[in-house]
C-alpha cells in the first residue's frame, strides 16, 4: 500500500488547498533530493529554524534594547493617524493608504495606543518575512539557495532595525513576499485561485503603499 508520506506528496503536487499555495513548506519527500523547485521541507529543515530563531532573537532584542525611541519621521504621523482610525474609525489625511494605519490600529484596539505593542507584532512579521524570503529562494535555487537567503534576511540590519520603528516597510514587504510566494506556484492546476491569493496580498500591499501601482 501507498505510504503516508507518498500520499502527502501526492497531495501536494495536485495543488489543492493549501499546499496547493505554498507547498514547498511542507515536508520533504523521504530520500527526496532538493533540486530547485521541488517540494520542499521547511518543517525538517534545522538550518532554516535556525535562521528564524535568529531573526527573532535580534529583532526581539533591539526593541528590548530600545523599546521607546523618539518618532523619527513619519512614525508620529502614522501613530496618531491609527489612534485616529482606533478611536474615530478614520483619519484625516488622504496621501497615504490606509492599510498600515489600519493595522496599527486592529493592535491598538487590543493592546491599547502603545507604540511598543504595535513593534512587538512588526517583530514576528519580520520573522515572517524571513520565512517567506527563504521559500522564494528555496523554490527557485534549492536548499542551499533557500538558507542562504534566509541567513542574509535575518541579519540584515535594515530589516533587523525596520522592524522597530512605526514605519510601513515591515508590513508592506511581508505583503510583497506573500503575493510572490503564491505567485511561484504557479505551475499545474488550480491557477486561477493561486492568482486570486497573490492579488489579495498584492490588493493589501497597494493599500499600505500606492507604489505597487507602478508595477
Known sequence: GLRIHDLANRAAKTGSGFRGHFGWLSYPEQGGSREPGSRGGCVRDPVLWIALLLALALRAGLLLLYPYLPGLGDESLHYVMAVLVEQLGHGVMGHWGPGYEVFLASIFSAAGPDPW????????????????IWAIAYRAGGQRAGRIAAFLAAVYPSLVAYATYLYSETLFLALILAGMTALFGLSGERTRLRCVVAGIFFGLATLTRSLVLYF
Open 117 to 132: 505593542a504595535a513593534k512587538a507584532v512588526q517583530v514576528f512579521v519580520s520573522t515572517a518575512s524571513v520565512l517567506l
